[in-house]
């Protein structure tokens, strides 16, 4: 994919496609500002069309066994498995991922949900058939719920291509899902890659543009739904009104406190705080953002993470030994730094980092590994998501005071606590509003359990069986078995009459 | 997809060859001499024919076998869900390169017909795999919370340890697969052994398997129930027994387990009724009571054998059957136009053949009746018999054959009560265009699958429970890969 290669930019019932709109969706390489693949964006007829071929393809997917939904899921894990290491490249290319990242982590990751999927839909959840009123057997449906229009973030690209389409599919939807814009390439490979192991056309569809144009029609279409987004709170709240009356999805920020306690392994918190804050360039929403340290480990705990945070390498994202990538785009790494500047002006002081690397990272979007202290819990640098490599450490002194600092704060998607006492453990674990609390640990997802958000930070799980739930209706089957022509409730009406 | 198509001349040439490999019990993943001198004798049951021999192991193999696995358990219960799925998930590929082979060795030592193996049975075990290779991924449990005041609760689910797998003749891959699979997919290692007369089909499974699963996480024994199978099942270092078979064989497994005190989950035999009434769609109903009887020649525990009819259109339903019976083809196993094979054994052969001969002076004999000697195969044909009534031997006893009784009813309460007349409870149908009746018959059907307007069609997806005496606990399903696990609950004080 080497120069800017011209794309098909949709993969729509069953190919790809140029986007019929006269806006460009230009795909640059992070890492050196360099063009990759340029194409058309989709017009709103595209999104017509994807959406028609979705709702065309639906009829027959969700009458499929869940058993054929499988076998179909288990050959698309086979088919990714083939094409593992272009989809490694593809997602360093366009999301500036250094390459262990993509081949250690998104790219296996994504085809284990794939595999998991394949398994976990053929089970649903549903309570037991009786007769529960006395007169009528009651069973139970889990039904898809029909075509689901998805957008999806540039953090992740594969992964959250992923999560968005294998459980609306493997619960037998048909889906509509718009990449971010910058970031296009490995979600229209994911969903080529279903079609070469079988999925039939229309199931799964790509549709690429900005979300104000391609977006706005896709979460708005009539057709359409259900609409599932992971990206900003902001962005979530614009959505979930515009989508008004169809059933939602959201996934939204994050700014996961990670609370230490004075009796936890230093060491231990330092290598999670760094690795936690600076994992795909903080890009996260679940990155540890906010340390609060119980005061006397607090000093230890600030030159822990800021020796750690100098031996981390950033550099070309093809190369094995890079540690950390540059930020996905140029106005994402202003915006970091616009944060780092304001956090300056209100009193706060780096540590280290705080600015953007010279040399020959220049050309890209690159910021440092930065350390930030002395902010005011209520001052923005503290409070608002900046998804950057960027850690503010603040001071505690009772366990109390620890965690309402943790729980100050509008969004509740992550969280950690670090401490060698089981009751402080299992207080946290309790305490915490957030929809994961890490034990001594930072980051770690897995296929099987859910993930998704409190308060602003959204509703709705991802993955695991929890996720299946979000993506289909239950249907209350009620069937007489009286057969008398006047049923007993009836009296309400009727009073004693007779029949 | 299958490799290579093989003709039957090289289907019993290379079951030949591959029962010559089966010199011993495959223990710590490899093939290991038995203890014991003696041997098992196996035959192709549409030549009757000697297939091979397998060792008829001793109570030492079975404390080798059961040592192997129980050293390999923790280790397996620690590698995760997803690698676990990933090992099983893979064995099902080595299986699917292998399925030629496979079908080889399933229709000459079984006797199924290679068209049906072909089309449907190995394809479903295949799936079977595939469903149970996830088990561990998705296991429901109470959710966790502070249910005591300053308690904090959560429920794990663990593997019970080292499962013994005893499986039938009748589908003897599919139910090593359905033993096997749940078992090891949830954490456990498992000791499986076949039954004496089918034993080749999981050889090739478990040798597939050696090379992808660590060592001791399956093993093998061959040998008879009184021997290898009693000192499984009494084993103080298992854990749980899961046998599939007939009442008085699990009754001793019972037995033995309860001496060991460790669980045992049973699916045994069945005596399904078939209800039809009048409204009923009959041509539909007869096919899929045809076939829902004649299906691996009625060696089938949820075999549509049964039939109870509503006196308007008795006659009806045994001329439409019999029609339907005459369509089927009896043959050897290898035919591609075969469509009922022989019975599994001599002894089988005997069995049904000694039922039939001593039927009460009010049955008739419809169609068939007798043995069909060809070629020395232990072949049976579709049979039909009327006028014997509820306590008949024929009736209340399981036959294990391609043989349909059928009966009259007058009312839905006496189609009912003669469903419901038994002491098997695994399977039942009820054929009819009535809502009402339907509904109805699904509460009161006292067994464990109850089909409305089919028979038979079932997967791995769907339990199949035994009420009565049709077993104990359930097959398949998240039910059943749950009867392979424990409940642990983690009380956590909070010092509040």
Sequence with gaps: MAGAAIFEAQFINGSRSQGGSDETVEVLNPATGEPVARGNASSEQDVDDAVAAANAAFGEWSRTTPAERSQIMHRWAVELETIADDLAAAETEQAGKPIKLSTEFDVPGSIDNVAFFAGAARHLEGKATAEYSGDHTSSLRREPIGVIGSIAPWNYPLQMAAWKILPAVAAGNSIVLKPAEITPLTSLMFAEAATRAGMPDGVINVVTGAGRSVGVALTTHPTVSMVSFTGSTPVGRSIAAAAAGKRLHLELGGKAPFVVFDDADLEAAANGAVAGALINTGQDCTAATRAYVQRPLYNQFVGAVADLMATVRLGDTRDQSTDQGPLVSQRQQQHVAGFVTRAVEDGAKVVRGGSIPGGPLERGYYYEPTLIVDAAQDSEVVQDEIFGPVLVVLPFDADDEGLALANDTPFGLAASAWSRDVYRAQRASREIAAGCVWINDHIPIISEMPHGGYKQSGYGKDMSAYSLDEYTNVKHVMTDITGVARKRWQRTIFGDRDA | MPNTILTADEQRKYAAEFATTVTGN????????????????????????????????????????????????????????????????????????????????????????????????????????????????????QAGGDYLDGITSTMRREPLGVVVGITPWNYPLLQAVAKIFPALAVGNTVVIKPAETTPYSTALLVQLAGEILPPGVLNVVFGTGAVAGDALSRHPEVDVVSFTGSIDTGRKVGIAAADGVKKAVMELGGNSPVLVFADADLPSALDAIAAGGLYNTGQECMSATRVIVEESIFDDVVAGLKERCETYVVGDA??????????????????????????????????????????????????????????????????????????????????????????????????????????????????????????????????????????????NAEAGFLEFTRVKHIMVDNRI
């Design chain 2, 334 to 475: 290898l035919d591609p136009q075969t469509t009922v094979g022989p019975l599994n054994s001599a002894a089988q052969l005997a069995r049904v053949t000694a039922k039939l001969g001593s039927l009460p002076d009010t049955a008739e004999v419809v169609l068939g009746g007798e043995g069909e000697p060809n070629g020395g195969g232990y072949f049976f044909p579709p049979t039909i018999i009327v006028g014997a009534d509820q306590d008949d031997e024929i009736v209340a006893e399981e036959i294990f054959g391609p043989v349909f009784t059928v009966q009259k009813f007058t009312d839905e309460a006496d189609a009912l009560a003669k469903a419901n007349g038994t002491r098997y409870g695994l399977a039942s149908s009820v054929f009819t265009s009535n809502v009402g009746v339907a509904t109805r018959a699904q509460n009161e059907l006292n067994f464990g699958t109850v089909w409305i307007n089919n028979h038979l069609v079932f997967g791995p997806d769907l339990p199949v429970s035994g009420f009565g005496y049709s077993g104990i606990g359930t097959e």
């Design chain 2, 26 to 141: 495959f223990i710590d993943g490899q093939w290991t001499p038995s203890s014991s001198s003696e041997s098992i004798e196996v035959f192709d049951p549409s030549t009757g024919g000697l297939l091979g021999h397998v060792p008829d192991s001793s109570i030492k193999d079975a404390d080798a076998a059961v040592a192997s696995a129980r050293a390999a358990q923790r280790a397996w219960a620690k590698t995760p869900p997803s690698a676990r799925s990933q090992a099983l998930l893979a064995v099902a590929a080595a299986v699917e390169a292998n399925f030629e082979q496979m079908v080889a060795l399933e229709c000459i030592d079984a006797g199924k017909p290679v068209s049906v193996v072909r089309d449907e049975e190995l394809p479903g075990v295949l799936d079977a795999m595939r469903y149970f290779a996830s088990a561990g991924r998705t296991m429901t449990a």
